[in-house]
């Protein structure tokens, strides 16, 4: 497969359809309608289901609740900084979340709560790279590229599914 052939599929999801994009056949991108940070659509190249099947499956296992985490390649774009977030939102366990000061903290950056918060906001590759864990500071939902009803929704699910209770 060409490394730079940029490819897109759309699937149904419990939060509506997704977009998902790749850039040399490894996901780069998974975006909800009306997603905030958005890449131009033009960018994600021709329509075609082939090969996203494993991102399909995982994130079908993951809305049935069989799956809490992923396995699928990826390759989100962006700045080094913007980089370390994203791993760092990976190593918040399914069913919990944290503050975006909690996350600046792992990365031994307290005071950078607003960068990390820029960070998380621009994740490209939503869900999988699970940046709906991050809350505010008072415990109150704030911010999501996909609006706060779907974060809601992941949240909940994911609390429900690993036997938590969601109080916000």
């Known amino acids: ?8 599929t759309v699937i149904d999801s419990p939060i509506g359809p997704l977009t998902l994009a790749s850039v040399g056949g490894v996901l780069s991108g998974i975006y909800m309608v009306e997603h905030r940070h958005q890449p131009n659509p033009a960018t994600f190249g021709d329509r075609d289901t082939a090969g996203f099947d ?12 069989r799956r809490t985490d992923f396995t699928v390649p990826l390759a989100a774009r962006g700045t080094p900084f913007q ?11 399914y069913g919990d979340t944290w503050t975006y000061g909690q996350l600046a ?3 031994g950056t307290p005071t950078a ?6 960070a998380n ?18 415990g109150s939902l704030t911010g999501y590229a996909g609006g706060l ?3 809601r ?16």
């Open 1 to 8: 497969m060409n490394a730079d052939r940029a490819a897109h």
């Open 153 to 168: 929704f992941l949240l909940e699910r994911e609390a429900e599914r690993a036997g938590l209770r969601l109080s916000r």
């Open 54 to 65: 494993e991102a399909t499956t995982q994130l079908a296992e993951y809305f049935d609740g």
């Open 121 to 138: 906001g621009r994740n490209p590759i939503s869900i999988i790279i699970p940046c709906h864990r991050v809350i505010g500071s008072n």
């Open 113 to 118: 709560v607003r960068a990390v918060a820029a």
């Open 83 to 93: 980089k370390r977030v994203w791993d760092a939102l990976r190593t918040i366990p």
């Open 149 to 151: 009803d779907r974060k």
């Open 105 to 107: 903290d792992s990365l």
